[in-house]
């Protein structure tokens, strides 16, 4: 069976939430692009069969009353947006909690990513993805409609997590591929500063960028009370300690590091949330995707 985390149920909550731009364009017109919604004044696309989540309003209650079957209307709007997916794959992101080691910072960024695709691809804009990792960079070129939904499951099901962040070095397929004005939505844990890095580079060169931060319940709780050794996945770095005694350390110095985060990112202009591993994943969705979406982190 074809590997989708987008089961009919979380399908049913995105039907809920738009992707679109900040940014007036000329090239959009404006700022509006196609993506298949209510409202006035869009011109009449199709009818599909209606689903679980839909508003009972768009129902075409006419076509029901003749076919004794619920259609709802889409509209269209013009010109399409050009999603990029932009995934930290770097050895940081297998980590995961004690309690759901199945469940990691990985699986949950893959998971996001497809739900994202999901809205964009239903909206008919472009969706592509590049995937950060072992000092290389994959990528599945930006393209709409069903089958590009096919190719981007397929990419991130085999997507593993292995090294760091590619150099800068390597990193010219993202800016060959990601055209200015386009949107960005680039998912990791921002521990490394390369990640950073790159968002705030791509931020200053036109790129609308939005980031979700991806942490464990552990980083945010620092749950341990036993002695143990921690370790650092991308260096392998190990560091032997009690963890009631080293709680409070950790929190204060995570949260100063957070603050500092969030602050170099305000000051690029990038919208971003953070998602914790006990989450769900509709949390950071609904933050940056909702009709009146926030400005700041979470």
Request: glycine share 10%; charged share 30%; net charge neutral.
């Amino acid at each position: 069976m074809a590997w989708d985390p987008v089961t009919p149920g979380l399908r049913a909550q995105l039907r809920g939430l738009r992707i679109a731009s900040r940014r007036a364009s000329a090239l959009r017109g404006g700022g509006q692009h196609r993506s298949r919604d209510k409202g006035a004044g869009l011109e009449f696309s199709q009818y599909r069969g209606y689903e679980p989540g839909d508003e009972p309003r768009r129902i075409d209650w006419k076509l029901y009353a003749r076919s004794d079957r619920f259609f709802v209307r889409e509209a269209e709007r013009d010109s399409p947006l050009a999603v990029w997916l932009l995934l930290d794959a770097s050895a940081s992101m297998t980590q995961a909690d004690e309690p759901r080691p199945d469940w990691s910072r990985l699986d949950a960024g893959k998971a996001l990513a497809a739900c994202i695709a999901e809205v964009a691809l239903r909206q008919g804009d472009r969706v592509g993805l590049l995937a950060l990792r072992d000092d290389a960079v994959a990528f599945v070129p930006a393209a709409s409609g069903s089958r590009q939904r096919e190719r981007l499951l397929f990419e991130l099901q085999r997507l593993d997590a292995s090294g760091g962040v590619p150099a800068e070095s390597r990193l010219r397929p993202v800016w060959e591929r990601i055209g200015a004005d386009d949107l960005v939505v680039v998912l990791g844990d921002f521990l490394d500063q390369a990640t950073v890095e790159l968002a705030t580079r791509l931020a200053g060169a036109r790129r609308e960028l939005l980031t979700i931060q991806l942490l464990t319940v552990a980083e945010r709780d620092f749950p341990f009370d036993d002695g143990r050794r921690f370790r650092d996945p991308e260096t392998g770095a190990e560091l032997p300690g009690d963890g009631r005694a080293l709680r409070n350390g950790f929190l204060s110095r995570f949260a100063e590091a957070q603050r500092a985060l969030d602050a170099r990112l305000d000051q690029a202009g990038i919208r971003h949330v953070r998602f914790v591993l006990d989450e769900p994943l509709t949390a950071p969705l609904r933050a940056l995707f909702a009709d009146t979406p926030g400005a700041g982190g979470a």
